[in-house]
């Protein structure tokens, strides 16, 4: 007994990002097969089929990294597509042209792209904050709190043009999401938050108050304002994502960013970040985007219904958090 | 400068109507090793929850290092110099054994506010050393403490309270969950501390350990203590006399 947790404790565990990847491998070798078998062409081997995998889900994926700091903190956030909308709604009424006679502020008109950004970003920002502030300080349940936020972030996108969507942005707002800035800006943002959290009093705490919030307590972290900060962020990356679409789409809509909130969760499970809080990377999300867009290519080169899509990705999820859950356990058996 | 470091002066704590700790007399001096015994719900807890300020007591006085204090909370009472070993381990799962030590107090390199960059190799090497000082050995520095055996959580948890405690440690029944094994490097840790001469409050429900450690023996009962006995002058047997109220009747001065 004694001896196999000596063995065990020397040993450097295999990172669960080693498996996420290997079934990305696998998911993606079972599209390459049935690939040439019914299609009679490649999967993996298209640059544009690549390119397109990754540009529809990189924008989630911005979202997903902000999920993924709240998650590691034990806690949750469903309000991220929500935010997204009411953002995107909020930006783009500061980023029209004034040849638009429908402008939501005629008089603010042809601004400079910083500030729809400006806008975006605040906006993005505020709403995490109220949901860590709210979480932090009333300890009310990270599900509800941001359950509260998610309907009523979609009641002020809704709200604010009465249902009308917001179009004709400037050019150089125009120019945030187009091409392949997607991706460009996920992955800055990735390895930003990836070198947050491996090398910085930020992630070192983020993770210590999602491993055990008590000690944390106790060894002197504050944790609340630690709390709000991790919400503000994701809030803020949100925003960020609402830009990008909104910017990339050349409208915000009040319906923009529906479910986002659980895709970017679900990128996040899959990738190896724990709900129990305390385990996770930016590397593991972001193979779980990837996994994501996989399946989503795949499927469509495969010519399946969309139904079975979203069926698949719901299994996926499931097996995820099984297969976390079980890690847990045998973790709770060797100590 | 007075030889005494800790005093306590009619310290009280009631929860609503109960007397968990009535009127308790303590003093501890400089170097000395004190345990403090009695059955389950005596107080003793209770005791030490009051001098770290994990709670506010309800009437008395603490004396810290020849000051009357009065800390808001437990990071305060750590940053006058007192580490508390909880029974409950403080210690994140997820983390490392280097970010264990250095929990709240991060070494850092560069400062940039909430995203300071920190110092890992500093703290490894720290730790590395503080290990060294309190005998400790773990294969992995760099492993999850989830992975490690309760031995070695615990010792991480004590190297870490030996490591920072400039002036006094609080070992909250440091072995209660530990192996035979175990609990001889834990005690060698504590033996480690008086050569050093850091003064020590050790809850301790083992006698045999109790009797092999420390010079001085306070017994709780009922939330009072009815008895400090000096470890050459007193045996088991008067010990458990006194933890079951044979002995002792209303309290003694500590």
């Known amino acids: 007994m004694t001896a196999t947790v000596t063995a065990t404790a020397g040993r450097p565990a295999r990172p669960p990002e080693m498996n996420v990847f290997l079934g990305l491998l696998g998911i993606a070798l079972v599209f390459e097969v049935l690939g040439w078998i019914f299609i009679g062409q490649s999967f993996v081997f298209n640059l544009q089929r690549l390119q397109i995998i990754i540009l529809q889900v990189s924008i989630v994926g911005i979202i997903a990294v902000g999920v993924t700091q709240v998650i590691i903190t034990g806690g949750i956030d469903l309000s991220s597509g929500s935010v997204v909308g009411a953002t995107a709604m909020i930006a783009m009424s500061f980023a029209q042209v004034s040849d638009n006679a429908r402008a939501v502020y005629p008089a603010l008109t042809d601004l400079p792209v910083i500030v729809p950004i400006a806008?975006?970003?605040l906006c993005g920002l505020?709403?995490?904050?109220?949901?860590?502030a709210l979480i932090a300080y009333t300890k009310i349940p990270p599900f509800i709190a941001t359950l509260g936020m998610m309907v009523a972030a979609r009641g002020i996108s809704k709200w604010y043009t009465k249902g009308q969507p917001v179009s004709f942005p400037t050019d150089s707002y125009a120019a945030i999401g187009a091409g392949l800035n997607p991706v460009l800006l996920f992955i800055v943002i990735a390895v930003l938050f990836h070198l947050a959290l491996n090398y910085t009093l930020y992630g070192k705490h983020t993770y210590a108050i999602g491993s055990n919030a008590e000690a944390a307590r106790i060894s002197g972290i504050k944790v609340e304002r630690h709390l709000v900060m991790v919400y503000a962020i994701a809030g803020m990356l949100a925003g960020t994502a609402a830009l990008i679409l909104s910017s990339k789409n050349l409208t915000a809509q009040a319906g923009m960013g529906v479910m986002y909130e659980l895709d970017a969760i679900a990128m996040a499970v899959i990738g190896g970040v724990s709900l129990a809080g305390g385990r996770g990377s930016i590397l593991g999300t972001a193979l779980g985007m990837l996994i994501f867009g996989v399946i989503i290519s795949g499927f469509t080169f495969l010519r399946i219904d969309a139904y079975y899509q979203e069926m698949i990705k719901g299994v996926i999820i499931v097996v995820a958090v099984v297969a976390d859950v079980a890690r847990q356990k045998r973790r709770a058996r060797m100590v | 400068m007075s030889d005494i470091i800790l005093e306590t002066r009619g310290l009280t704590k009631r929860y609503g109507g109960v007397h968990a700790l009535e009127d308790a007399n303590f003093t501890l001096r400089r170097g000395e090793h004190i345990a403090v015994v009695g059955d389950n719900g005596a107080g003793k807890s209770t005791f030490v929850r009051q001098i770290t300020a994990v709670e506010q007591r309800t009437a008395g006085e603490v004396f810290f290092d020849g000051q009357a204090v009065n800390f808001a909370g437990p990071l305060e009472a750590?940053?006058?110099?007192?580490?508390?070993v909880f029974q409950n381990l403080a210690l994140a799962d997820d983390l490392d054994v280097p970010s264990n030590l250095y929990l709240g107090r991060e070494i850092i390199k560069f400062n940039l506010g909430p995203f300071s960059i920190l110092d890992r190799?500093?703290?490894?090497?720290?730790?590395?050393?503080?290990?060294?000082?309190?005998?400790?050995?773990?294969?992995?520095?760099?492993?999850?403490i989830r992975n490690m055996s309760g031995g070695q959580r615990q010792c991480v948890a004590i190297a870490r309270a030996a490591a920072f405690a400039s002036k006094l440690i609080i070992m909250d029944e440091p072995t209660a969950a530990l192996g035979v094994q175990e609990t001889g490097q834990v005690e060698n840790i504590i033996r480690g501390l008086k050569a050093r001469g850091v003064p020590l409050i050790l809850i301790s429900h083992n006698l045999r350990q109790v009797f092999d450690l420390?010079?001085?023996?306070?017994?709780?009962?009922?939330?009072?203590?009815?008895?400090?006995?000096?470890?050459?002058?007193?045996?088991?047997?008067?010990?458990?006399?006194?933890?079951?109220?044979v002995k002792g009747g209303e309290g003694a001065r500590a």
């Open chain 1, 126 to 132: 505020l709403a995490g904050a109220a949901n860590g």
């Open chain 2, 78 to 84: 750590r940053e006058s110099g007192i580490e508390t």
């Open chain 2, 121 to 144: 190799k500093a703290m490894r090497v720290a730790t590395q050393k503080a290990l060294d000082t309190t005998a400790v050995r773990i294969p992995n520095l760099s492993n999850p």
């Open chain 1, 119 to 121: 806008v975006a970003l």
């Open chain 2, 214 to 245: 420390v010079d001085r023996i306070v017994v709780f009962r009922r939330g009072r203590i009815v008895a400090s006995l000096r470890r050459e002058e007193t045996d088991g047997n008067d010990i458990v006399s006194y933890i079951t109220g």
